[in-house]
């Protein structure tokens, strides 16, 4: 695994000091973010992703040369800071700057789902033999709708309130074959289409860059009522118990949503994993990177083990939910040693 962050922090206070209008919104409170981290001149989605695949690699016994096929999975695919790279895709530049050029490679977007869709396709492929190595790469560059969310929003009540929570991220993660007893045990996805237009973006109307528009609320509870049901699935059909994951990893919304997904999940099944992880207090929201963020995090500061059992549940507008449970192999031992 890799990741890229921006040096640039900026603080919730900061940003809330800067909106148009006087809202009262206390966001730190509301959401358990204390800051996050944003591009500064020069960066975009392709800096970021580029940054994570080196570092990647960085981490792996494998050279460029080694992968086969390369995934580009961000939803925003900026060159310039208000330019996106669509046709040629971005996929094309990163195995270039990396120095992959013999990898097939394709742009993929599947909301803040789409690394770990990545993942499921090149989990597919190798099982089956198709190839031996991969990599699934990510760089969202989309605090600009936070600042244009900061133009417009006028109180606690506004469908761009979820805007506010967003931060820049690159994030990288080569698959190959495991060796036996470790690596992904399972892996899916569910599309609940019915939900797609809880949230929407566009073209931003007041400055550069796109807009979004989110029926929080309602997503929450839609999210926690049909995703207690597929994680109990997931792990019956892994053949273990929720208590056996030793760290369960969801997409980083809220703290607080967080806590009542949780809840929701102890309710049902009647069962904890050991530990959630939550670092949105200085991250924020980072879309398709923030699983592969939190679980580098982790990996750095060597709480998760050889052995460990992980749990990554990712939720993206549309809404599609996916999971993977997957235990740590020799990962654990290219991290952390500088901690």
Same mark, same amino acid.
């Given at each position: 695994?890799?990741?890229?962050?921006?040096?640039?922090?900026?603080?919730?206070?900061?940003?809330?000091?800067?909106?148009?209008?006087?809202?009262?919104?206390?966001?730190?409170?509301?959401?358990?973010?204390?800051?996050?981290?944003?591009?500064?001149?020069?960066?975009?989605?392709?800096?970021?992703?580029?940054?994570?695949?080196?570092?990647?690699?960085?981490?792996?016994?494998?050279?460029?040369?080694?992968?086969?096929?390369?995934?580009?999975?961000?939803?925003?695919?900026?060159? @310039?800071?208000?330019?996106?790279?669509?046709?040629?895709?971005?996929?094309?530049?990163?195995?270039?700057?990396?120095? /992959?050029?013999?990898?097939?490679?394709?742009?993929?977007?599947? %909301?803040? /789902?789409?690394?770990?869709?990545?993942? +499921?396709?090149?989990?597919?492929?190798?099982?089956?033999?198709?190839?031996?190595?991969?990599?699934?790469?990510? @760089?969202?560059?989309?605090?600009?709708?936070?600042?244009?969310?900061?133009?417009?929003?006028?109180?606690? +009540?506004?469908?761009?309130?979820?805007?506010?929570?967003?931060?820049?991220?690159? #994030? $990288?993660?080569?698959?190959?074959?495991?060796?036996? @007893?470790?690596?992904?045990?399972?892996?899916?996805?569910?599309?609940? !289409?019915?939900?797609? *237009?809880?949230?929407?973006?566009?073209?931003?109307?007041?400055?550069?860059? #796109?807009?979004?528009?989110?029926?929080?609320?309602?997503?929450? *509870?839609? %999210?926690?009522?049909?995703?207690?049901?597929?994680? /109990?699935?997931?792990?019956?059909?892994?053949?273990?118990?929720?208590?056996?994951?030793?760290?369960?990893?969801?997409?980083?919304?809220? %703290? &607080?949503?967080?806590?009542?997904?949780?809840?929701?999940?102890?309710?049902?099944?009647?069962? &904890?994993?050991?530990?959630?992880?939550?670092?949105?207090?200085?991250?924020?929201?980072?879309?398709?990177?923030?699983? +592969?963020?939190?679980?580098?995090?982790?990996?750095?500061?060597?709480?998760? *083990?050889?052995?460990?059992?992980?749990?990554?549940? %990712?939720? !993206?507008?549309?809404?599609?939910?996916?999971? #993977?449970?997957?235990?740590?192999?020799?990962?654990?031992?290219?991290?952390?040693? $500088?901690?």
């Amino acid at each position: 695994m890799g990741v890229k962050l921006p040096a640039q922090r900026l603080t919730t206070k900061d940003l809330m000091s800067k909106t148009s209008h006087r809202t009262r919104i206390q966001l730190e409170r509301l959401t358990g973010i204390h800051e996050r981290h944003v591009v500064g001149p020069g960066e975009t989605s392709f800096t970021l992703a580029t940054g994570a695949a080196r570092d990647c690699l960085s981490h792996s016994r494998h050279q460029a040369s080694d992968i086969e096929m390369l995934i580009s999975t961000s939803i925003s695919r900026s060159k @310039g800071r208000s330019s996106q790279s669509f046709e040629p895709p971005l996929s094309l530049y990163l195995k270039q700057a990396i120095g /992959a050029a013999q990898a097939t490679s394709f742009d993929l977007s599947n %909301a803040c /789902a789409g690394m770990l869709t990545g993942v +499921f396709i090149l989990q597919n492929l190798i099982s089956h033999g198709e190839i031996s190595c991969g990599m699934v790469v990510s @760089g969202e560059y989309i605090s600009h709708l936070s600042w244009n969310a900061a133009r417009q929003i006028r109180s606690l +009540f506004s469908k761009q309130l979820a805007s506010l929570t967003l931060g820049d991220a690159g #994030a $990288a993660v080569l698959l190959e074959r495991a060796p036996r @007893g470790s690596g992904i045990d399972v892996i899916g996805f569910t599309t609940l !289409a019915e939900h797609s *237009r809880l949230c929407l973006a566009f073209p931003s109307s007041v400055g550069p860059g #796109a807009q979004m528009y989110t029926k929080a609320r309602t997503l929450q *509870r839609v %999210a926690i009522e049909d995703t207690a049901p597929l994680v /109990a699935e997931t792990i019956r059909e892994a053949g273990i118990d929720l208590a056996d994951i030793d760290y369960m990893i969801p997409h980083q919304t809220s %703290a &607080r949503a967080i806590r009542a997904g949780t809840d929701a999940f102890v309710q049902r099944l009647g069962a &904890r994993p050991k530990h959630v992880v939550i670092n949105i207090e200085e991250y924020g929201n980072t879309s398709s990177t923030t699983l +592969f963020v939190a679980l580098y995090k982790c990996l750095q500061e060597q709480k998760i *083990r050889k052995h460990d059992r992980v749990m990554l549940l %990712a939720l !993206a507008s549309g809404i599609e939910i996916g999971i #993977a449970i997957f235990t740590i192999d020799n990962l654990a031992d290219s991290y952390g040693h $500088a901690h």
